[in-house]
């Protein structure tokens, strides 16, 4: 299936930074979904967007759907130490057709 | 709300046996569910899509007599590892969409499997 390109790879910061991570396609998606995983256990859903050019807060997060439909973004403001996980990023194309990012791998030093 | 559970959370088997894990959705029916399989340090990859009420349509590549899926409720989904192998051994995780809503697929914890 199709995968999406998420960068960076792998994120290292000091608490109380700020972050940025996206994700990119070849393909046009209707839905951008934004999880976190951490160790051990399923992805826990962040924000959804459903509308190109939508720009959606969640506490210290916030996520755009890109003008293109081939990308989004994410935001951590403010970084703390329970934001360690990894980030995947979910492209939906119809109904059933969920395709999931390579993850970002965030670690917030303390 | 939305919360999906999995049953077991952990299973280690021997090589041959068959092994089978449960995805409930708790506070919601879902129509659909899915299953995943994730490596180590990997993203997840997507196995089959499980309807209720008739047969799983599986990914490319992922054999469906192996992998068995059983969608019996608008709760309950059911994933059958047959004759297992330690390359079988992995982390699966299924999610579920909720019949009332839009798109968003909540996942369950997921089921470390180990095959010995």
Known sequence: GQQLNQSPQSMFIQEGEDVSMNCTSSSIFNTWLWYKQDPGEGPVLLIALYKAGELTSNGRLTAQFGITRKDSFLNISASIPSDVGIYFCAGQLTGNQFYFGTGTSLTVIP | ?116
């Open chain 2, 1 to 116: 709300g939305a919360v999906v559970s999995q049953h077991p959370s952990w299973v280690i088997c021997k090589s041959g046996t068959s092994v089978k894990i449960e995805c409930r959705s708790l506070d919601f029916q879902a129509t659909t569910m899915f299953w995943y399989r994730q490596f180590p340090k990997q993203s997840l990859m997507l196995m089959a899509t499980s309807n209720e009420g008739s047969k799983a349509t599986y990914e490319q590549g992922v054999e469906k007599d192996k992998f068995l899926i059983n969608h019996a409720s608008l709760t309950l989904s059911t994933l059958t590892v047959t004759s297992a192998h330690p390359e079988d051994s992995s982390f699966y995780i299924c999610s579920a969409r909720d019949i009332s809503g839009p798109y968003e697929q909540y996942f369950g914890p997921g089921t470390r499997l180990t095959v010995t």
